[in-house]
Each structure stands twice: as C-alpha cells, then as structure tokens.
C-alpha cells in the first residue's frame, strides 16, 4: 500500500530533551516536507526536500532539523524542544520534484507536547 | 509574500444541499496552483480538487468544484449534495516556488 509513515503518533516530552520524529515513504517520491498545523493557523512548512540531500527551509524552520540521506526518509530533529513547539506534526510527499504540479501525500501526524 | 485567507471559521449546512466556502489569496505570480484539502476528524489531510492558474476553465471532481476568479484572487469550492461524510475541516492552500501557503481552514457542519 502506497503511504506515508510518521512515528511516533503521539509524544510527550520535557523541555530540552532531544526528539525526532521519522518519516518515510513507499512512492519513490522525490519531495518531501514537513508541516505544524496550529489552531487557528492552518499548516505551516518547516522545511522541505526537493531530492536527497537537497534542504530547505520553510516559512517557521527555527528550532527543527532535518536530513535527507536515503530517498525514502526525511527524519525532523528537535535538538532542544520548547513549549511553542508543542504541535501536530505532518510529514508530506510528492512524486514530482516540484509539490505544486502533484498531490501531495500526508501521513497520519504527530501529536507533540512539551512540557 | 503570499497569504491565503478564509474568512468563515466555520460553516453549515443541511445534508443534501449545496454549500460554499471562501477562500482569497494574494500574489504577485502569474504561475501557481490552488488547492482544497479535507481533514476529516481522524486528521488525516485528503486532497480535494486542485486549479491550475493558468486554465481558465474550473476543475470539477464528482460533487465538488471551484470557482475561481484569477483577477480577484478568489478560489472558493462549492461541495453539491452535502453528504455526512463531508463533515471536515477544509484548507485552502496556494503553491508556489516548491511552497504551499495554507489558509486557517473553515469547519464544515452538516446537519442531518
């Protein structure tokens, strides 16, 4: 089955306490990115990937990582969580190098709280 | 810098009529596509229809379509035969340079 996998679905963590969140896809997609969807606020692009080990930031990258080392995978790092970063989580991806042209693929979220 | 804005946080509907949401954006570009996306409440993000700017013609997909006014900025989607399983919150979202730009969302009720 074509998806999108994130995990965990649902962390809570402290302040300060290193986390990443995977993602990974089964299309052979060359885009992937990252969104926090907020009340009120919609979705937000952390950062994105048009191809391995090509990055970018999005419009709200401050305090997130990422890698893009394999194709399939596109991990968010948060080195030092704060309480602001308590969020859902979406990663996304995109079979055409530009997400504009194509449907983009969502996985399932992550519910993130720090305390 | 582009925004997208939708101006009813929530809306309802009887089931079985028509209703319409709002969407407005603003930009400089000539070349972008808009989209509608559904997030039912198991939050997975579904995508509706999708515009090209640059067909004229508006996109249909079985009871949803759009309506959209290039010169006014204006993407609003209209769901026909309002089912149950319509009930969602919709994103309004425009792309753009490897960017989507999302709208906060409307809330749709329906009411049986």
Same mark, same amino acid.
């Given at each position: 089955?074509?998806?999108?996998?994130?995990?965990?679905?649902?962390?809570?963590?402290?302040? %300060?306490?290193?986390?990443?969140? !995977?993602?990974?896809?089964?299309?052979?997609?060359?885009?992937?990115?990252?969104? @926090?969807?907020?009340? %009120?606020? %919609?979705? @937000?692009?952390?950062?994105?990937?048009?191809?391995?080990?090509? !990055?970018?930031?999005?419009?709200?990258?401050?305090?997130?990582?990422?890698? @893009?080392?394999?194709?399939?995978?596109?991990?968010?790092?948060?080195?030092?969580?704060?309480?602001?970063?308590?969020?859902?989580?979406?990663?996304?991806?995109?079979?055409?190098?530009?997400?504009?042209?194509?449907?983009?693929? &969502?996985?399932?979220? !992550?519910?993130?709280?720090?305390? | 810098?582009?925004?997208? =804005?939708?101006?009813?946080? /929530?809306?309802?509907?009887? /089931?079985?009529?028509?209703?319409?949401?709002?969407?407005?954006?603003?930009?400089?570009?000539?070349?972008?596509?808009? &989209?509608?996306?559904?997030?039912?409440?198991?939050?997975?993000?579904?995508?509706?229809?999708?515009?090209?700017?640059?067909?004229?013609?508006?996109? =249909?997909?079985?009871?949803?379509?759009?309506?959209?006014?290039?010169?006014?900025?204006?993407?609003?989607?209209?769901?026909?035969?309002?089912?149950? %399983?319509?009930?969602?919150?919709?994103?309004?979202?425009?792309?753009?340079?490897?960017?989507?730009?999302?709208?906060?969302?409307?809330?749709?009720?329906?009411?049986?």
């Amino acid at each position: 089955e074509a998806q999108v996998t994130q995990n965990p679905r649902y962390l809570i963590t402290v302040t %300060g306490k290193k986390l990443t969140v !995977t993602c990974s896809q089964n299309m052979n997609h060359e885009y992937m990115s990252w969104y @926090r969807q907020d009340p %009120g606020l %919609g979705l @937000r692009q952390i950062y994105y990937s048009m191809n391995v080990e090509v !990055t970018d930031k999005g419009d709200v990258p401050e305090g997130y990582k990422v890698s @893009r080392k394999e194709k399939r995978n596109f991990p968010l790092i948060l080195e030092s969580p704060s309480p602001n970063q308590t969020s859902l989580y979406f990663c996304a991806s995109s079979k055409h190098d530009s997400a504009l042209y194509n449907e983009q693929f &969502f996985g399932p979220g !992550t519910r993130l709280t720090v305390l | 810098a582009q925004t997208v =804005t939708q101006s009813q946080p /929530e809306m309802s509907v009887q /089931e079985a009529e028509t209703v319409t949401l709002s969407c407005t954006y603003d930009t400089s570009e000539s070349d972008y596509y808009l &989209f509608w996306y559904k997030q039912p409440p198991s939050r997975q993000m579904i995508l509706v229809i999708r515009q090209e700017a640059y067909k004229q013609q508006n996109a =249909t997909e079985n009871r949803f379509s759009v309506n959209f006014q290039k010169a006014a900025k204006s993407f609003s989607l209209k769901i026909s035969d309002s089912q149950l %399983g319509d009930a969602a919150m919709y994103f309004c979202a425009y792309g753009s340079n490897y960017q989507l730009i999302w709208g906060a969302g409307t809330k749709l009720i329906i009411k049986p």
